[in-house]
């Protein structure tokens, strides 16, 4: 069967890396007999596509690297001739030998023509070409579910990694205070995505230090969030609540020298009253109010419920008639951070900070509870993952809807078929 070209090189990459190309009689472009003993692991970083592999040429086994391209005229391209990294390729894999390739010491560097089942190209065309939702949407009942089952556990722990490298990074910015860098990452959820960026500036604006030298004055608390969130600065008159407010934020402003941000970054437009700013900006008060030291008790906490029991705060009397600053609402209720959302923090701050804090500390049971929460919370409900309900795939806890996020989001949006144990069982099957 007719090899057929144009594939990009990560394409063959799989191909050698599964041994998917025909190995019987293998010779190299030079004619020598060719026997791939390992075929080497993939190399992730700079350097050589496969190290650590074995062949047999002739009557020679060599160990080394292996250099996967389409073309072996690549070699030049890619300036592989003056790195050092090259010097133990040991295999030059091609689509197409177009120009001999030789190591520093004028010896040709032996090639193999890379000729695999046409059907492999076509299967794996056909998910790049795909306009559905997922690019394997049409036969992802082919595949047998428990495969998706499996890779649950790898997509859960690389979607931990992938916030871990976040909160590394905003560490490294705050001095390696995990309190501060913890109160600015838990801030920022609390706008919800909405609010996201504004709540995550008024943070900035306002250390947690500061706030800590207030703990014990709710009022206090509230007038610094409010006042640098600017949203005491849109009238000078108002009820009793207000006034307060800014008279206690007009002594705190001057006395730490505050520069707060601008009141028309938050947003109202089409949220729920419930979910309004002004609402989160109290119940993020009453939370730091009631939970002095908060980073240091969540890592204290081993059971679920406890922690959920944490988050369930309320906002302030005034809000249960209000919504807006000075603006009476026609209903009078208690306004408390609902299951869904407190779920939502949990998910999204507290167990990263668990895994990557288990991680720092080499505290391999913080780890563990990350994963055991997250089997404990119900599963998700949103657009994502109701198409994968869709499909057939019954959620049943929040770490199964996190590993189906993980592979949307990074696999299938992304067409990276060729790392996805469900697009890797779809182009190999030779016989669809």
């Not at 065309?125 to 009942?141: G, M, P, S, V």
């Not at 495969?147 to 859960?156: A, C, K, P, S």
């Not at 995505?193 to 900035?204: D, M, Q, R, T, Y």
Request: glycine share 4%; hydrophobic share 35%; proline share 3%.
């Amino acid at each position: 069967m007719t090899t057929p070209k144009n594939m990009p090189e990560e394409f063959l990459q799989y191909i050698w890396e599964n041994m998917l190309f025909y190995s019987d009689n293998l010779k190299t472009k030079a004619g020598e007999t060719l026997e791939i003993i390992s075929q080497g692991k993939r190399n992730t970083d700079s350097g050589p596509d496969f190290f650590n592999a074995k062949i047999k040429i002739g009557d020679t086994i060599w160990a080394g690297n292996i250099e996967i391209h389409k073309n072996s005229s690549d070699w030049q391209k890619h300036n592989h001739q003056t790195d050092k990294a090259y010097d133990n390729v040991i295999l030059h894999v091609v689509e197409t030998d177009d120009s001999p390739v030789k190591r520093n010491n004028d010896k040709l560097i032996p090639t193999l023509l890379l000729i695999y089942p046409e059907q492999l190209q076509v299967n794996y065309q056909n998910l790049l070409d795909a306009k559905t939702w997922i690019a394997c949407q049409n036969q992802f009942h082919k595949v047998d579910p428990i495969i998706l089952q499996l890779g649950f556990n790898r997509l859960m722990i690389e979607r931990l990694e992938n916030k871990t490298d976040e909160i590394l990074e905003r560490l490294a910015q705050n001095g390696n205070d995990w309190n501060e860098t913890f109160y600015q990452v838990l801030a920022k959820m609390f706008g919800f995505k909405v609010n996201a960026v504004p709540f995550e500036l008024l943070a900035k604006s306002l250390p947690l230090q500061i706030l800590a030298k207030h703990k014990n004055s709710l009022q206090q608390l509230e007038a610094l969030l409010f006042g640098n969130s600017g949203m005491l600065n849109n009238q000078l008159l108002g009820d009793d609540y207000y006034l307060n407010l800014r008279n206690e934020y007009s002594f705190l402003f001057k006395k730490y020298k505050l520069k707060g941000i601008e009141s028309h970054l938050w947003k109202f437009m089409r949220l729920r009253p419930g979910n309004f700013p002004t609402i989160r900006i109290s119940q993020f008060a009453a939370l730091i109010y009631r939970s002095h030291g908060l980073f240091s008790k969540i890592i204290e906490f081993e059971k679920l419920d406890d922690l959920k029991e944490l988050f369930k705060v309320s906002t302030s009397e005034y809000w249960n008639s209000h919504y807006s600053f000075n603006k009476l609402s026609k209903r009078n209720s208690k306004k408390e951070l609902g299951d869904t959302s407190v779920n939502t923090l949990i998910i999204n701050v507290i167990i990263p900070f668990l895994f990557v804090f288990g991680e720092k500390q080499n505290k391999q049971y913080l780890k563990n509870r990350a994963l055991e929460f997250l089997e404990q919370l119900p599963p998700e409900h949103n657009s994502i993952i109701k198409n994968w309900n869709k499909l057939g795939i019954e959620t049943r806890s929040a770490f199964e809807t996190q590993s189906l996020l993980q592979l949307k989001n990074i696999y299938c949006e992304k067409k990276n078929c060729l790392n996805c144990q469900i697009g890797v069982k779809i182009v190999k099957n030779v016989t669809n």
